[in-house]
T-cell receptor, first 110, second 113 residues
Framework: LAKTTQPISMDSYEGQEVNITCSHNNIATNDYITWYQQFPSQGPRFIIQ???TKVTNEVASLFIPADRKSSTLSLPRVSLSDTAVYYCLVGDTEDDKIIFGKGTRLHILP | DTGVSQDPRHKITKRGQNVTFRCDPI?????LYWYRQTLGQGPEFLTYFQNEAQLEKSRLLSDRFSAERPKGSFSTLEIQRTEQGDSAMYLCASSFSGHYGYTFGSGTRLTVV
């Protein structure tokens, strides 16, 4: 399982676009990049997964450069309800389990 | 199907008592996972099942912890002789094998006093 590095915390304001970058220098060929979101007193929630280039869904976009050694989660026009911890995970879909780091604590200010 | 259900949501127990938590996964999912989370930390893997077989157990898990998934459906996590250090959120998740997107429950918050 490739190790990931992401900022411990970030602050932003309502209406802004937020980009959270994750480094994963040892990513393997079969590894996917997955992001989870966790609100206080709730379990993590899967938000997006990608392998290369760009993936977009109704919640976020995920940008992955050609070397795949990093990735950026982009949240468009955030609101106060986007305040949460965001986890970047890297692994093969055949992995037995996923291992969480400490994540990035995102705080949205009014 | 309303997702992964965990019961109870909160449990307060005295040190030395045994506690049991239940998890009902999404019915089509054959994998079930237990994680533990303390304040400010990411979820920590405890154990997982594929159908009724327990395939891996974390080395961090003491012998006081035991988990079962008797019919490959719901699962229970029991902690015997609880200690204050067991206070945490216990999270259950389920997935299809080979699929990376897990669905988590809301967790059971255990407080040992």
């Amino acid at each position: 399982l490739a190790k990931t590095t992401q900022p411990i915390s970030m602050d932003s304001y309502e209406g802004q676009e937020v980009n959270i970058t994750c480094s994963h220098n040892n990513i393997a060929t079969n590894d996917y990049i997955t992001w989870y979101q966790q609100f206080p007193s709730q379990g993590p929630r899967f938000i997006i997964q990608g392998y290369k280039t760009k993936v977009t869904n109704e919640v976020a976009s995920l940008f992955i450069p050609a070397d795949r050694k990093s990735s950026t989660l982009s949240l468009p026009r955030v609101s106060l309800s986007d305040t949460a911890v965001y986890y970047c995970l890297v692994g093969d879909t055949e992995d037995d389990k996923i291992i969480f780091g400490k994540g990035t604590r995102l705080h949205i200010l009014p | 199907d309303t997702g992964v259900s965990q019961d109870p949501r909160h449990k307060i127990t005295k040190r030395g008592q045994n506690v049991t938590f239940r998890c009902d996964p999404i019915s089509e999912h054959n994998r079930l996972y237990w994680y533990r989370q303390t304040l400010g930390q990411g979820p920590e893997f405890l154990t997982y099942f594929q159908n009724e077989a327990q395939l891996e157990k974390s080395r961090l898990l003491s012998d006081r912890f035991s988990a079962e998934r008797p019919k490959g459906s719901f699962s229970t996590l029991e902690i015997q002789r609880t200690e204050q250090g067991d206070s945490a959120m216990y999270l259950c998740a389920s997935s299809f094998s080979g699929h990376y997107g897990y669905t988590f429950g809301s967790g059971t918050r255990l407080t040992v006093v």
